[in-house]
């Protein structure tokens, strides 16, 4: 291996989220933080580099989206994702969440119904709800440890609902939906009338042994009724750039969408943005594949771990990401008793399932993107404090 995952890296004092707001979000600062989705390995040194010679120039003026950025994410979509090669049709975006927000805000009113599959991530309910747009909730079902929609429901709540937003893959089971899945999701959006989001910030992530299929590729109305994100920030550790791409390859929905982008002025990103995200599409390559083998480990490790030291906390095995869904159910807890514990006993810092919806009682997500050290760790101050509950 040429990079080293297993280095630590000090993040407290840097205003990161995951280390510097433990105290704001759960009441002390004593925590292993293993909440907010980046990692705590270094963004890559070919990132950290080109955004180093870009301070050389010493300007940092109104910049637009240089040809060699544009060239980079074309390139990396038609090898990764197997998207056609025109900027036409893409849109630079700041953050997903926001652009998530744009869509609602293009294609909705207040009051509109807008569909999601829960437990899901918590701004795929809160964005809807703070815009005074109404969520309505389509619940998973577990088969054989793995999120499936339920399709019946799905179509039945889809009536009268104008956007769906997807997670593709899922955070935060890390389902990686199939063709077969995706296709179902297609047509029946369709045939109600409900755009589609795709959020395709964790499709970089795919693990080993699996295969990542963008919405729009799936079927004729997957493209013609769907808004796809991307970006390169999970995938390189990168998210405080905010530097993502919205692909529309339908021609009225882009119009709608990009003439409400224009009109508002959000067509340009910052400087760094282009600079981070043209060097993670142009040298990344190897870097994620060997990041995603160490993270691929960590997460046969935490499994392990759990099943020899808590087998009662069942967990879902992920097939995209660095995120660990974990089903607390068989201790019988009630959740603000379990969310207690993990913060007062065990001292780490998960998410709480109940912000994924309130399917998600019962229910934590613990983040390994960490070195094994870390996660160790964390996880051995877990199983402590079940020992003997
Ligand atoms: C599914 C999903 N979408 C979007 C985001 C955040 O995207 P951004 O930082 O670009 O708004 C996350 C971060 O965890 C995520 O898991």
């Given at each position: 291996?040429?990079?080293?995952?297993d280095?630590p890296?000090?993040?407290?004092?840097?205003?990161?989220?995951?280390?510097?707001?433990?105290?704001?979000?759960?009441?002390t600062?004593?925590?292993?933080?293993?909440?907010?989705a980046?990692?705590?390995?270094?963004?890559?040194?070919?990132?950290?580099?080109?955004?180093?010679?870009?301070?050389n120039?010493?300007?940092?003026?109104?910049?637009?989206?240089?040809?060699?950025?544009?060239?980079?994410?074309?390139?990396?979509?038609?090898?990764?994702?197997?998207?056609?090669?025109?900027?036409?049709?893409?849109?630079?975006?700041?953050?997903?969440?926001?652009?998530?927000?744009?869509?609602?805000q293009?294609?909705?009113?207040?009051?509109d119904?807008?569909?999601?599959?829960?437990?899901?991530?918590?701004?795929?309910?809160?964005?809807?709800?703070?815009?005074?747009?109404?969520?309505?909730?389509?619940?998973?079902?577990?088969?054989?440890?793995?999120?499936?929609?339920?399709?019946?429901?799905?179509?039945?709540?889809?009536?009268?609902?104008?956007?769906?937003?997807?997670?593709?893959?899922?955070n935060?089971?890390?389902?990686?939906w199939?063709?077969?899945?995706?296709?179902?999701?297609?047509e029946?959006?369709?045939?109600?009338?409900?755009?589609?989001?795709?959020?395709?910030?964790?499709?970089?992530?795919?693990?080993?042994?699996?295969?990542?299929?963008?919405?729009?590729?799936?079927?004729?109305?997957?493209?013609?009724?769907?808004?796809?994100?991307?970006?390169?920030?999970?995938?390189?550790?990168?998210?405080?750039?905010?530097s993502?791409?919205?692909?529309?390859?339908?021609?009225?929905?882009?119009?709608?969408?990009?003439?409400?982008?224009?009109?508002?002025?959000?067509?340009?990103?910052?400087?760094?943005?282009?600079?981070?995200?043209?060097?993670?599409?142009?040298?990344?390559?190897?870097?994620?594949?060997?990041?995603?083998?160490y993270?691929?480990?960590?997460?046969?490790?935490?499994?392990?771990?759990?099943?020899?030291?808590?087998?009662?906390?069942v967990a879902?095995?992920?097939?995209?990401?660095?995120?660990?869904?974990?089903?607390?159910?068989?201790?019988?807890?009630?959740?603000?008793?379990?969310?207690?514990?993990?913060?007062?006993?065990?001292?780490?810092?998960?998410?709480?399932?109940?912000?994924?919806?309130?399917?998600?009682?019962?229910?934590?997500?613990?983040?390994?993107?960490?070195?094994?050290?870390t996660?160790?760790?964390?996880?051995?101050?877990?199983?402590?404090?079940?020992?003997?509950?």
């Open positions: 291996m040429k990079y080293n995952f280095e890296v000090v993040r407290r004092g840097t205003s990161c989220v995951k280390h510097d707001m433990l105290k704001e979000v759960f009441g600062e004593d925590l292993l933080p293993m909440w907010v980046d990692m705590d390995f270094k963004t890559p040194d070919f990132i950290v580099n080109a955004v180093r010679e870009r301070c120039h010493e300007v940092f003026g109104y910049t637009f989206a240089p040809n060699t950025y544009i060239c980079a994410v074309l390139n990396w979509f038609q090898s990764h994702y197997g998207i056609e090669s025109k900027w036409n049709k893409m849109h630079f975006i700041p953050g997903i969440v926001q652009g998530i927000a744009f869509v609602l293009a294609f909705t009113q207040p009051g119904n807008v569909l999601l599959t829960t437990p899901v991530y918590p701004p795929f309910l809160n964005v809807p709800h703070r815009s005074g747009r109404r969520f309505v909730n389509s619940s998973l079902k577990t088969v054989n440890g793995r999120f499936e929609i339920d399709y019946e429901d799905f179509e039945e709540k889809a009536k009268g609902c104008k956007v769906f937003i997807l997670a593709n893959p899922h935060p089971g890390g389902t990686v199939t063709a077969e899945e995706l296709r179902r999701i297609a029946i959006c369709y045939r109600q009338k409900v755009l589609v989001i795709s959020d395709e910030i964790h499709a970089d992530l795919t693990l080993p042994g699996h295969h990542h299929i963008s919405f729009s590729k799936v079927s004729d109305e997957a493209y013609h009724n769907s808004i796809t994100f991307f970006a390169p920030s999970k995938t390189f550790n990168m998210a405080g750039l905010a993502s791409v919205g692909y529309v390859p339908d021609p009225d929905v882009r119009r709608q969408f990009f003439n409400f982008l224009d009109a508002n002025e959000l067509s340009l990103g910052n400087l760094f943005a282009y600079v981070g995200a043209e060097a993670a599409f142009r040298y990344g390559e190897e870097w994620r594949l060997q990041m995603l083998d993270i691929q480990a960590n997460a046969d490790f935490a499994i392990d771990y759990l099943a020899k030291n808590a087998p009662k906390v879902m095995r992920p097939e995209a990401s660095f995120l660990l869904w974990l089903d607390f159910n068989a201790y019988g807890l009630p959740h603000d008793e379990l969310v207690r514990i993990m913060i007062e006993e065990a001292k780490v810092g998960l998410n709480s399932g109940t912000d994924y919806g309130r399917d998600g009682s019962g229910f934590m997500r613990l983040n390994f993107g960490c070195s094994r050290a996660l160790e760790e964390g996880l051995r101050r877990i199983c402590d404090v079940l020992r003997n509950r």
